[in-house]
């Protein structure tokens, strides 16, 4: 007995309905979002990356980091991303415009990262980290990354590397050997360092400054901006 249920047809429709929903609509709404001019400074957001930060999100996919760390900072309302220093303000659509792929991850075994550049300046301090993270958290269960490094001996009758690229650590902790960070290394520092989302333009400006603003500029100016 075959069923009167046109199975084929309501499998379309669901699957047709999904796309729309799911890809259609979102590509609609902000699949034309452009970069922003910050007006008091002229700059645009998001900023243009180097072609070395480039080569860092690729190794910053290829080995995983978004497994462990998100780069999204929920409104205040929603949870204490804000209150933890993770950002000054929510992420927007806009802030990964730029990103190919987008990497927001969705497990927090680590800190949010999408404003470590802003609390975190010190290339060296994240050279270290990577390649061995209890040199910075002593119960950091953060996993080394030392492929990214090449270890070798110290030049002979040197306690120490005189190597500009080498880590600065306890020497106690390698005797006798140097830690150069690879071309790898570097460029992920150079990704992780460009990682601010902290720029206020109108979908995220201040609930308080956004009056003010309106105020001066005009509301039709203020409605007409995304
Ligand atoms: C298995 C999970 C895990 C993976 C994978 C991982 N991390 Fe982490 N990471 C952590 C944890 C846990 C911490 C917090 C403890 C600490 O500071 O070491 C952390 C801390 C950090 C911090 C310091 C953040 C801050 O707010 O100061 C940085 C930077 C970082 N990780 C970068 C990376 C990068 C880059 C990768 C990929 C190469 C990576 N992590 C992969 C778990 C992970």
């Not at 860092?56 to 995983?64: K, N, T, V, W």
């Not at 996993?143 to 030049?155: E, I, M, T």
């Not at 140097?178 to 902290?198: F, G, M, T, W």
Request: proline share 8%; charged share 20%; hydrophobic share 40%.
């Amino acid at each position: 007995m075959t069923s009167r249920f046109p199975f084929l047809p309501c499998f379309a429709l669901a699957v047709a309905a999904s796309w729309v929903v799911v890809v259609v609509w979102p590509h609609l709404q902000l699949g034309g979002l452009e970069p922003v001019t910050i007006e008091e400074t002229g700059a645009v957001y998001p900023p243009i990356r180097s072609g070395e930060a480039l080569v860092g999100a690729e190794i910053y996919r290829s080995l995983g980091c978004q497994y462990c760390h998100t780069r999204q900072v929920r409104p205040g309302t929603m949870g204490g991303d804000i209150a933890r220093g993770w950002g000054k303000r929510r992420t927007v659509a806009r802030d990964y415009i730029r990103d190919q792929p987008v990497m927001l991850g969705s497990v927090r075994f680590g800190p949010d990262l999408a404003n470590l550049g802003c609390r975190e300046t010190n290339a060296a301090a994240l050279l270290l980290r990577l390649y061995k993270p209890s040199a910075i958290v002593p119960l950091s269960t953060m996993p080394s990354y030392g492929q990214l490094f090449d270890v070798r001996p110290a030049p002979r009758g040197s306690s120490d590397s005189h190597n500009p690229l080498a880590l600065r650590m306890d020497s106690s902790a390698n005797p006798g050997f140097e830690v150069i960070p690879r071309a790898e290394a570097r460029a992920l520092v150079v990704y992780l360092l460009s990682l601010k989302a902290d720029e206020l333009f109108l979908e995220v400006y201040p609930r308080e400054d956004l009056q003010k603003l309106n105020s001066v500029i005009g509301m039709d100016k203020a409605r007409a901006l995304p």
